[in-house]
C-alpha cells in the first residue's frame, strides 16, 4: 500500500514538473465536505422518511406475524407441559417439532426483512450518491477544477477552495422549485 501510494505521488510529481499536466499553480484543485453535502441534501432527507416509514411498516408486519405464531405456539406448549410425561413419544416428538418450526419460521422472516431493510437502505444511499458524485463532476468541470477531494482527506485548504455550498445548492434547486 505504501509502495503504490510512493508510486502514485511519483507520477503525479514528475507530471506537474515536467509539464505533463500543466504547472502545479495552473491546477485548480477543490474540497468538498461529502458528510455535509449528505446531510443537506434534501433528497436524502425524504428518503430517510420514506425509509423509516417503510421500516416501521415491515416491522409491524413481523411483530403481527410473531404474535400470531406465538399464540399457535401456546397451547402446543402447554400441551406438552401438562401431558408431555404421559404422551406417546411420537406425539411429543411431532408437537416439538411444529414449535420449532413456527419459532424457525418467525426468525426466518425476521432475517428476510432485515435484509430487505438492509438492501433498500444501501440502494437509496447509493442513489444519492451517485447524484452527489455527478454534481461534482458538472461544477468540477464546469469551473475548471482539475481535482476535487474529500475534505476528510485533506490536511489544510483555503476555505475558497470548498465547493460543498454549491453542491449543495445545484443538488436542492429542483427541490426549492417545487416549493
Same mark, same amino acid.
Given at each position: 500500500?505504501?509502495?503504490?501510494?510512493?508510486?502514485?505521488?511519483?507520477?503525479?510529481?514528475?507530471?506537474?514538473?515536467?509539464?505533463?499536466?500543466?504547472? &502545479?499553480?495552473? +491546477?485548480?484543485?477543490?474540497?468538498?465536505? +461529502?458528510?455535509?453535502?449528505? !446531510?443537506?441534501?434534501?433528497?436524502?432527507?425524504?428518503?430517510? !422518511?420514506?425509509?423509516?416509514?417503510?421500516?416501521?411498516?415491515?416491522? !409491524?408486519?413481523?411483530?403481527?406475524?410473531?404474535?400470531?405464531?406465538?399464540?399457535? %405456539?401456546?397451547?402446543?406448549?402447554?400441551?406438552?407441559?401438562?401431558?408431555?410425561?404421559?404422551?406417546?413419544?411420537?406425539?411429543?416428538?411431532?408437537?416439538?417439532?411444529?414449535?420449532?418450526?413456527?419459532?424457525?419460521?418467525?426468525?426466518?422472516?425476521?432475517?428476510?426483512?432485515?435484509?430487505?431493510?438492509?438492501?433498500?437502505?444501501?440502494?437509496?444511499?447509493?442513489?444519492?450518491?451517485?447524484?452527489?458524485?455527478?454534481?461534482?463532476?458538472?461544477?468540477?468541470?464546469?469551473?475548471?477544477? &482539475?481535482?476535487? %477531494?474529500?475534505?476528510?482527506? +485533506?490536511?489544510?485548504?483555503?476555505?475558497?477552495?470548498?465547493?460543498?455550498?454549491?453542491?449543495?445548492? %445545484?443538488?436542492?434547486?429542483?427541490?426549492?422549485?417545487?416549493?
Amino acid at each position: 500500500m505504501k509502495k503504490l501510494a510512493r508510486i502514485g505521488f511519483l507520477v503525479v510529481a514528475g507530471l506537474l514538473f515536467t509539464g505533463g499536466v500543466g504547472r &502545479a499553480e495552473d +491546477v485548480k484543485i477543490g474540497v468538498v465536505d +461529502v458528510n455535509k453535502i449528505f !446531510a443537506s441534501y434534501a433528497r436524502v432527507t425524504e428518503n430517510q !422518511a420514506e425509509f423509516n416509514k417503510f421500516r416501521e411498516e415491515r416491522q !409491524a408486519d413481523v411483530q403481527k406475524k410473531a404474535d400470531a405464531a406465538e399464540k399457535e %405456539i401456546k397451547p402446543l406448549q402447554d400441551k406438552l407441559d401438562k401431558g408431555g410425561k404421559v404422551m406417546k413419544k411420537e406425539e411429543v416428538e411431532k408437537i416439538t417439532a411444529e414449535i420449532e418450526k413456527k419459532k424457525q419460521d418467525i426468525l426466518n422472516l425476521q432475517r428476510e426483512v432485515y435484509q430487505e431493510l438492509q438492501t433498500k437502505n444501501r440502494d437509496l444511499v447509493e442513489a444519492r450518491v451517485k447524484e452527489i458524485e455527478t454534481a461534482i463532476g458538472k461544477l468540477a468541470k464546469e469551473k475548471g477544477y &482539475a481535482l476535487v %477531494i474529500n475534505k476528510e482527506a +485533506v490536511l489544510y485548504f483555503p476555505e475558497t477552495a470548498d465547493l460543498s455550498d454549491q453542491i449543495i445548492a %445545484i443538488l436542492n434547486k429542483p427541490a426549492a422549485a417545487k416549493k
